[in-house]
């Protein structure tokens, strides 16, 4: 067994009326089954209301299931009594960085969880050290986040998970209020987390470019997961993902393009670099 | 720009003061305070003095801006010495009309003048060389044992730090959400107070709107980083008193003492 998984998840928002009554019940998960292994880096895909930041809530037990069940390495969330104890297993990373910083020093921030966890002073210093330097954002250890650019303020947040020694990082469109610079710094940093520390990362977002360094790719679409598997295999049918309202990357699409044409290509070129050589036969 | 804000009058400087533990400048601010109202003699007031003078020194802040705290209370301050002069029954210096000055009311507003000044100054010293978050800390580990009595001191030193530090964001939103809404037509300048009040409407909703949602996503991200309040928590920063501090709480203590001894022996 993976270090998360699902089978036959659903989760439904209730709407209820003035009296408390369940009014209207809304599928925002259905029947989903994953098994994501240690040490992968997942991506999960779906425009807008796709039900993909309520399967996040579940990975880090901050939802529990109305159907089905999920497993955080090995243990089941509705099951665990201390659900605290689940979350510093999964970490997890908001969109809005403003809104997920609770210290007034960048330093102090990133020591929030591990106080929370109880660890002893000296040890919260050395992870502190540690995560910092691991995002590369120790020459500001000493800042006040409000004078941070988006980037680095969500790359404080990223350390103020992995200052808690998680196994798996979550990550709920981190780069959707970044400007291109902030969202490269960031994947840079996640991409490392996961080559060089091995930790497990979940990757959800809607932009295509963002999935292509990711083992593995799901596709989500009203609850459900439509399509998975490598990046190449999910590019290269670019008509169903146009059905699910996804833009494939610009160079994906030239190849589609161009093999539709009459070109002789392969299907599910991912980089400017593969598409030349392609090209260049 | 808004973002600028600093909070409190926190006065970065390398001193003694600075250095010391948030919880003995607050009881030092506390023994200061009681001894100005023990002192009731010139040569009381003259050794309270010389430990002000003395405390300004050490911190290293420059002298003007202890003064600036005093420009708050000028009003209260002409009040209380104007009314103690006219006010107080006793031999009379000077009759104008029905106002009578008497020299026991020139000593007690003199008094009173002394010892609010004291009071405010003695306190801005505190806040000029404590951060905001310094003090929090030391608030709650000192009113911790009220947690006997159920009072939910963690909780509120929380509450309170992040207070600060959603106070610039939340004050750069204010700018952002006006700026908008000026784009839209909204006048939050012209017309009389009840008009203006009235335009704030635009802005204040809003505002709350997006407080309301901040405080929901922030909640989310402390549950998501482990957070179970109070309860077996450890510090990144834990108090802990110096050398400076015991030194500190001697002179405090001999402070305090010589306050008594004043008193008792009334000079």
Redesign the interface.
């Known amino acids: 067994m993976g270090i998360i998984k699902a089978f036959k998840l659903g989760f439904d928002y209730l709407k209820y009326d003035e009296d408390g009554n369940v009014q209207d019940t809304q599928r925002a998960v259905d029947d989903v089954n994953l098994d994501i292994e240690a040490g992968e880096f997942v991506a999960i895909l779906g425009h807008n209301g796709s039900g993909k930041s309520t399967l996040a809530k579940h990975l880090n037990a901050l939802l529990l299931p109305s159907e089905g069940t999920l497993w955080i390495d090995g243990t089941a969330t509705d099951e665990e009594p201390e659900l605290w104890k689940l979350r510093q297993k999964a970490g997890m990373v908001f969109q809005n960085p403003d809104n997920q910083i609770i210290g007034t020093v960048v330093e102090e921030d990133v020591g929030f969880g591990p106080e929370n966890m109880g660890v002893p002073t000296e040890k919260i210093w050395k992870r502190v050290d540690e995560s910092l330097q691991k995002v590369g954002m120790t020459a500001y250890r000493h800042h006040s986040p409000n004078k941070l650019s988006g980037g680095q303020k969500q790359r404080v947040a990223i350390a103020g998970i992995m200052a808690m020694r998680p196994k798996c990082i979550v990550l709920d469109e981190p780069t959707a209020m970044l400007d291109p610079n902030g969202r490269r710094e960031v994947l840079k940093a996640v991409r490392e987390l996961n080559q060089q520390e091995n930790v497990t990362v979940i990757l959800i977002t809607h932009y295509m470019e963002e999935v292509i360094h990711a083992d593995k790719v799901y596709v989500m679409d009203e609850g459900k997961i439509v399509m998975q598997g490598t990046p190449k295999e999910i590019f290269s049918q670019v008509d169903t993902l146009k059905k699910y309202r996804l833009d494939v990357p610009q160079v994906t699409l030239l190849a589609h393009e161009l093999r539709k044409s009459g070109v002789d290509i392969p299907e599910g070129i991912l980089t400017t670099e593969e598409l030349v050589s392609a090209l260049c036969r | 720009m808004l973002?600028d804000i600093t909070l409190g009058q926190y006065y970065p400087a390398n001193s003694v003061l600075h250095k010391l533990d948030p919880r003995t400048k607050l009881a030092g601010t506390m023994v200061f305070i009681i001894s100005v109202f023990l002192f009731h003699t010139l040569p009381g007031y003259a050794v309270a003095t010389l430990f002000l003078a003395a405390m300004i020194a050490v911190s290293k802040v420059p002298v003007k801006f202890m003064f600036k705290g005093l420009k708050a209370i000028v009003m209260i301050l002409m009040i209380t010495v104007v009314f103690n002069m006219i006010l107080t029954p006793g031999e009379v210096l000077w009759k104008l009309g029905f106002l009578k000055v008497t020299r026991e009311g020139v000593q007690l507003a003199v008094r009173m003048a002394i010892r609010l000044t004291y009071l405010v100054i003695g306190s801005s010293i505190m806040t000029l060389t404590t951060t905001p978050?310094q003090l929090t800390d030391g608030l709650e580990k000192a009113l911790r044992p009220l947690n006997k009595i159920h009072v939910p001191v963690h909780e509120i030193s929380m509450m309170m730090?992040?207070a600060?530090?959603f106070i610039?964001?939340l004050l750069e939103e204010t700018d952002k959400i006006m700026k908008a809404q000026i784009a839209r037509g909204a006048d939050f300048e012209n017309g009389n107070l009840i008009q203006k009040a009235k335009n704030m409407v635009p802005l204040l909703v809003p505002l709350f709107i997006s407080a309301f949602r901040?405080a929901n996503?922030?909640a989310?991200?402390?549950?998501?980083?482990?957070?179970?309040g109070g309860e077996?928590?450890?510090?990144?920063?834990?108090l802990k008193y110096a050398a400076w501090d015991r030194a500190a709480y001697g002179i405090l203590a001999a402070y305090l003492a010589v306050a008594i001894a004043f008193r008792v022996a009334g000079i």
């Open positions: 973002r978050n730090s992040i600060l530090r610039p964001i901040r996503d922030l989310m991200a402390m549950e998501a980083r482990c957070y179970h077996d928590r450890t510090q990144m920063k834990p």
